[in-house]
Nanobody
Framework: QVQLVESGGGLVRPGGSLRLSCAGS????????IGWFRQAPGKEREFVAA????????HYADSVKGRFTISRDNFKSTVYLQMNSLKPEDTAVYYC?????????????????????WGQGTQVTVSS
């Protein structure tokens, strides 16, 4: 089993930046692809970004492409989501999740149903 803990959320003004972290413990972190999802009030949880176990492939939702960057440090068992040029519509609870299935490219990791483990989430609020 893998335990995931998100951190780094908060309140930021439009145009600002935040860096979220997803720290893993338990089974070897490098065995898992990691995805970031978000859920705004009254909306379904949606895909944001994913990274394969090695970090060799990355995929983003169109809504965040060019503004968000996902990366991982397997030695620290941590995945990061750097969020720049934040907009009010980015306001949501952000979750990281771990998927044990192996795919060579990260575009296969967009479905939340495929993930095995989830963190508790961290709130991101973008407001002036």
């Amino acid at each position: 089993q893998v335990q995931l803990v998100e951190s780094g959320g908060g309140l930021v003004r439009p145009g600002g930046s935040l860096r979220l972290s997803c720290a893993g413990s338990g089974r070897p972190f490098s065995n898992y692809a990691i995805g970031w999802f978000r859920q705004a009030p009254g909306k379904e949880r949606e895909f944001v970004a994913a990274i394969t176990w090695s970090g060799g492939s990355i995929h983003y939702a169109d809504s965040v492409k060019g503004r968000f960057t996902i990366s991982r440090d397997n030695f620290k068992s941590t995945v990061y989501l750097q969020m720049n040029s934040l907009k009010p519509e980015d306001t949501a609870v952000y979750y990281c999740a771990a998927d044990s299935a192996y795919y060579s490219t990260a575009n296969y990791y967009t479905r939340r149903e495929g993930y095995d483990y989830w963190g508790q989430g961290t709130q991101v609020t973008v407001s002036s």
